[in-house]
């Protein structure tokens, strides 16, 4: 009776060690898929990822639903400061110096045209005078403005604008009219939908009106002029006849800190090869340097950092300069 | 007849010693099961391999070559710039295996001129092949989501319709490289799945404007071979080019100058940011080629440290002129 249990039929031994055979190649299948891991889960996982599920989603809400305009084609993503550069690469810089939160963007298409679709990126810079500085340092030259927001401007293939703490880009993968005409209405349906705190620069409107080229001031968020003390200032440019130079101007905290950094600016310029020059009757507090051929001037008033860069006549520059600190002497510290 | 036991045949010692068994390999599985199974799930820390080293992929025995073919054609700029250089069969032999890294590095319209002009890939591609090439891989590393850089940018469907094969990173196509007297690349994740197929390589790039360091061109462009959290070095951003070009000997460089994205770079965004600048450059010197290029960006080699400290770690010259490059006008 025992050998009777015992005993297997070579065919059983045979289909045993088959179906061990299937067994561990299907183990080992999945044990070496658990070591691939598709990448969209990857994704999934940042997107999930705390930190990043953030008040400005509602951003992209306002956007989606379009109809009539724009039809989604990509899942939004989501960006923070550790993963912008994943998106726009050695851009992210630009954004970080200006103290950036966060990015969400997505892909649109027409909905009745698929030659075309637009990108939307939505940046978080906390405040609009963040927004206003990245937006202002990357204005396009042929920018045509728009009635978006608070500042607005579309090229043939693209618009921009601020909003409250947002600068939002919307670009186009061809040149079309429709396409601009989809991106106008989704720039208007987020203005309409985001409720935001108006917040203009109004800065700028210190500057003196004699030669300013109204669309070459901008608000460079760091390293000014290479100064890496220098944050938030505002630049114009100015041309007089043949004379060009650039103002600058930034609100600091206290009148102290903005001392502490003419006097830094002066002495990194001198470090520079600048030679400092004597001072000068019309604008005795401002100091000079020549510096490759051009004049440099810096000076504060209260809690103003002001002065001229690079400016080719000395005489124009200490004229400049003069009408600036009048202006600011003016408004006091109310801008 | 059968030798199956019936049920009754078993008796009471059978079936205990059966069952332990049974339960036995039962408790085996449990415990495998469980120490095989990952608590944690896979990490975003590459698993820890052996480093590799890249091969030095240049042309022996040829002297340095450079052309610059002005033309607003891509493709008749790049036929007549390989032209002048000898032609592509000077560097690419009968059954090669041709490495063509782009820069896809954003989910962008070729309109805008932040990647590699589709054009450019298939027509590098059907060059390799007639010059003998045995398979021709097209790869690039952008680090968010590569499936829509490859196919938005064109570059999938340009490489698809020549017969190139297109790798997309994926988390085992990593090594740990070390770059010799290298100071930042040094244990740090490499693009390596490609460069084990291949024994021929060639950058194709455009000449495009860069936030951090000025330019982004020829040796800017290997920066894609690399994975991590590679934005790091933007501190450091010059030495890490100077060292990707270290890391790479490559066959021949191709910098696409035909338009020059001129500010907001590397995104752009807007045409307003390019300029039809209408050149294209190949060279055997990746750092003469680069050098050139700043001109486009009407930039000089002070605005782009890199160059000088490329030319100072031996790997070519940023005196471009001193490899009497052949101008080409097409008109």
Redesign the interface.
Known sequence: ??S??N???KTQTLVSACIYLVLVVTASGI?IR????N?AV??MRQQDSPGLQSPETRAFEAIVPLEGHLLPI?PA?QFGPDTL??????????YLSAHFKSLKTQRFKGLNDSSWWI?IYIYDMATGENAFAVYSS?M????QPIDVGQYAYR????L?WVHGPYYV?A?A???STDAVDAMEAAAQAFVKKIRVKASRVTLQTLFPPEGLEQDSIKMIPADVFGYDRFDKVLIADYQQGSHTATAFLSKRANSDEAAALADGFHAFLLNFGGIAQPPMAELPHARIVEIFDTFDIVFKRGRYLAGIHEAADLDHALALARKLDQRLTEAGDDK | MT?D?KPS??NRR?FIIRSTKAGAALAATWAVGYG?Y?TVG?S?QA?RQTSVSLADFSVSGQQPRMCVARGADRKKSLAYALKAVGGLESYIKSGDRVLLKVNA?????P??SATTHPILVTELCRRCFQAGAANVIVTDNP????T?CFT?TGIAEAARSAGAELIVP???SFRPITVPNARLIRDWPLLYEPFRQVNKVIGITPVKD????GA?MVMKNWYGLLGGRR?IF?QE?HTIIKELAMMVRPTLVILDGTTTMM?????G?????LKSTNTMIVSTDQVAADAFGATLLGKNLSDLPFIAQAQEAGIGTADYQSLNPQMVDIS
């Open positions: 009776m025992t009777l249990i005993k297997t039929s044990l658990q070591f691939d891991l990448p990857n994704v990509t993503e550069s994943d998106k726009i690469n050695g851009k992210a810089e630009l990108e990357q396009r030259d042929d920018a090229t043939p293939n693209a921009f880009e670009i993968s061809a040149v | 030798n036991p045949d078993l059978q095989l990952d896979p975003s698993v590095a954003f989910a962008t319209p309109m805008l680090i968010n989501d590569p829509s938005l994926r988390q085992q860069h936030h951090r360091s982004s934005n933007h951003v500010r907001n770079g590397p995104t965004g807007s045409l307003s940011d």
